[in-house]
């Protein structure tokens, strides 16, 4: 199950709205979304978006990708041998994995899941070169990814293509129903909350603020060890556009290089 990264066969992605979210976790407040200050603003509007924390901000939207999506995306990331490749924390020279992480990923360009891409920017309220390369990160049995935040700034660049630029916010969709184990929690969330994964549900959480202060104390969090196997995708909202003067940055360590094709910037029929 692992391969080169994507050559998937195309096949077709339908959009279809969210629906309002189950009784497994209660909205903080009923028709009185907000965003917290200082923070970006995403489409308040979304059809089925829950707020369930306030401190800090964390929002849910139940089937935000569709059954057939979801599974789509897992046999894409499936469908060549050596796709999948070490998810870890690296050392500086790239040599030394952490054990605080223990998943595999593949990257997702935005040209192959265009429908996809236009529910995130409308959710998030942004334009998709903020966007960092999507991900398709899978959870074996045992798999883990310890307390950690989601917080990055890029300095003079970043290896995802972003100059003088922070992540603001974080988005991360389940893709399978979980019926034990690999539940994400935010353990400094006030109260405290964990996420049981469901397939299609979205979860919305903000790293930093508009100013690109960190706010990754109160919303650190951890996937548990899995039992029965997880995917996710996943995907970050930066605070500038990607550069296109930074389309070949090797990302340290983890087995690919952040190339960025002209079919990156165009958003090319449904083709998943």
């Not at 599974?71 to 924390?89: F, I, N, T, W, Y």
């Not at 990160?137 to 990814?145: K, M, S, T």
């Not at 299609?200 to 899995?226: E, I, N």
Request: with cysteine.
């Amino acid at each position: 199950m692992f391969c080169r990264p994507w050559r998937a066969p195309c096949f077709p992605i339908i959009f279809r709205s969210s629906t309002t979210c189950g009784d497994s976790l209660k909205a903080v407040s009923s028709g009185n979304l907000d965003v917290e200050q200082g923070f970006h603003g995403i489409n308040l509007s979304y059809p089925g978006l829950q707020l369930v924390r306030r401190c800090p901000h964390i929002f849910l939207v139940q089937n935000f990708f569709s059954p057939s999506e979801c599974q789509r995306l897992r046999q894409k990331a499936c469908h060549e041998h050596d796709s999948m490749k070490p998810a870890g924390v690296f050392s500086p020279d790239g040599h030394k994995r952490s054990p605080r992480r223990t998943s595999s990923q593949c990257i997702c360009p935005q040209s192959e899941v265009p429908s996809l891409i236009q529910k995130i920017v409308a959710l998030l309220h942004c334009k998709r070169r903020q966007l960092e390369a999507c991900q398709i990160i899978r959870y074996q049995e045992g798999e883990f990814f310890k307390l950690h935040g989601d917080f990055s700034t890029s300095g003079t660049r970043s290896s995802a293509g972003f100059i003088d630029s922070s992540r603001l916010a974080t988005l991360f969709v389940y893709l399978n129903d979980i019926s034990q184990g690999g539940e994400t929690e935010f353990p400094n969330a006030s109260p405290p909350l964990k996420i049981s994964p469901e397939q299609g549900l979205a979860v919305v959480h903000f790293p930093a603020r508009l100013d690109r202060h960190s706010d990754a104390q109160r919303t650190r969090h951890q996937s548990l060890p899995a039992v029965d196997e997880k995917w996710i995708f996943a995907t970050w909202l930066w605070s500038e556009e990607r550069s296109s003067d930074a389309r070949a940055l090797q990302e340290i360590g983890r087995g690919y290089t952040h190339v960025w094709p002209e079919s990156y910037d165009m958003l090319s029929p449904d083709v998943i």
